[in-house]
């Protein structure tokens, strides 16, 4: 198997500007000549959203590429005919002319470099353990299929390729670009393409066997009010520490009247967006993950 054509992707969500500034860096310096096995392009996906600096115009871009909506017409929003027109540039999805994309998010949690994983095919598996061997602070979010859905369809624009995942990189708020994360999305993106060249030439490349995972299990809601409103804030003892233990009886919110809201959760689960500003619309605290281990090799 040979990857041939690789998209990398940024501006998703218009107010992640690390995504269109790092396309505009690589544009700039790297020579897409540097790489003889495969054809590298750049695409910023919502332009009208990165133009006004919002996360999206109509609808969320990245929750828009379901096999059922890019093929529901009566579905017009912005977004759902970006999709459709993304569909036809870059897939069309199940039979697509990309074979891999980078898709390039940010976050305000603290999540370092972590890899979105939404097919776990092997060789997603050991790109994902030789970007842990070259950059440091990387994490893998694997979402299985039918964590949004009741089928196995993933809503996300990754879905379009088979191989590929987004790339989540933070704490950094909407709207800004910050020389240290935008450093370490240039070197996992092309961790990322060197892997592939060597990967195409049959060279030898550096993984594991297997590879530590955060699989996710659910999202966690604010506590709300009789009106449905948020009526408390992230705790201090959790801020921060995501992908780190979440031990029962771990205090996670502070509600307006000074109480501790604790964790009930008998398993110990691995909490990752937390105070993630753009989930906020949809009363979501943090999601929590199950720490496994998966392997990189065909039994
Ligand atoms: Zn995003």
């Known amino acids: 198997m040979k990857i041939q054509k690789i998209v990398i992707v940024g501006g998703t969500h218009g107010n992640e500007c690390t995504g269109p500034y790092l396309l505009n860096l690589l544009k700039d310096r790297v020579a897409v000549s540097n790489y003889s096995t495969f054809e590298l392009s750049f695409f910023l996906s919502n332009p009208k959203a990165y ?6 115009v ?4 990245n929750r828009s590429f379901l096999n059922e909506d890019l093929s529901n017409y009566a579905l017009d929003s912005y ?4 999709a459709k027109v993304i569909n036809q540039v870059l897939g069309p999805k199940e039979n697509s002319k990309t074979d891999l994309i980078i898709d390039i998010h940010s976050t305000t949690a603290n999540m370092g470099v972590s890899i979105i994983l939404v097919n776990d095919n092997v060789f997603n598996l050991q790109l994902a353990s030789y970007m842990k061997f070259k950059i440091p ?4 979010y694997y979402i299985p299929p039918g964590a949004y859905t009741s089928n196995n369809d993933h809503p996300f624009l990754n879905s379009l390729a088979k191989y590929g995942f987004a790339l989540e990189l933070g704490p950094i708020p909407n709207g800004v670009v910050r020389h240290d994360i935008l450093v370490q999305a240039y070197d996992a993106t092309l ?13 030898d490349v550096n993984f594991e066997d297997e590879i ?21 804030i992230i705790h201090k003892n959790i801020q921060d520490m995501d992908y780190k233990p979440l031990e ?10 000074g109480k501790a809201v604790v964790n009930h959760e008998d398993e110990i689960f691995f909490p990752v967006f937390i105070n993630e500003a753009a989930y906020y619309y949809k009363n979501i605290a943090f999601s929590l993950t199950r720490k496994k281990k998966i392997k990189t090799v065909k039994e």
């Open 51 to 56: 133009e006004n600096n919002v996360r999206f």
């Open 58 to 61: 109509d609808d969320d871009l």
């Open 79 to 82: 977004e759902a005919n970006r």
């Open 137 to 140: 602070n990387v994490f893998v």
């Open 191 to 203: 961790a990322c393409l060197e892997f592939i060249e060597k990967k195409n030439k049959g060279l």
């Open 212 to 232: 530590e995972v955060y699989e996710h299990v659910k999202t966690v809601e604010f506590p709300l009010d009789s009106d449905g409103k948020i009526n408390a």
């Open 248 to 257: 029962k009886g771990a205090l996670i919110f502070e509600k307006l009247d």
